[in-house]
């Protein structure tokens, strides 16, 4: 009987523990965060086509598109395990050499995509591209120091 008193605090331990942080090969990790970096840029993509008039811009679709990208922007950081690149990837070492930088980025751009999905619902285009923008400062800056060019 004894026994089973860890069992509850080991059940609530599992709860908290991200099942995105689980990563055992490099290879499961680089297709994980590449996943859900397509997936955001698609929806991020969406929002700039509408910011250009390239499709009508309906609030109701700006904003739910701003809002998957604020949950995407969640996601990444769990799947960047130490040393985690293969041949697919384009992630450089600096990620773990300047890990407070890499960080720093990671959080502003939280920040910002929630900030995006707030104006979003409003429907103001202005506003939305502001917010747009300081987004796609972001991924630009992080991209420039954090990931090697496409061929
Ligand atoms: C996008 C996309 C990115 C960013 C970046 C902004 O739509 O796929 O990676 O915007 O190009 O500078």
């Known amino acids: 009987m004894k026994r089973l008193s860890y069992i509850a605090p080991l059940a609530c331990l599992m709860l908290v523990v991200p099942a995105y942080a689980q990563f055992t090969k490099s290879g499961d990790a680089v297709e994980y965060r590449q996943g859900v970096f397509t997936v955001m840029s698609h929806h991020f993509g969406l929002i ?11 609030t109701e ?3 739910a598109n701003a809002n998957l990208v ?7 950081w769990g799947a960047f395990p130490v040393g985690s690149t293969t041949s697919d990837s384009h992630a450089k070492p ?4 300047k890990a407070d930088a890499f960080k720093e980025l990671a959080e502003r751009l939280q920040t910002q995509t929630d900030k995006l999905a707030a104006v979003a619902k409003d429907g103001d285009a202005s506003a939305v591209k502001a917010a747009f ?3 796609a400062k972001t991924c630009k800056e992080c ?7 496409h061929e």
């Open 61 to 63: 679709e700006v904003s």
């Open 70 to 76: 604020a949950r995407l922007a969640k996601l990444p």
């Open 133 to 135: 923008g300081d987004v």
């Open 94 to 97: 600096e990620i773990w050499k």
């Open 143 to 149: 991209h420039d120091a954090f990931r090697t060019k």
């Open 48 to 58: 700039s086509r509408a910011l250009k008039g390239e499709i009508p811009f309906k």
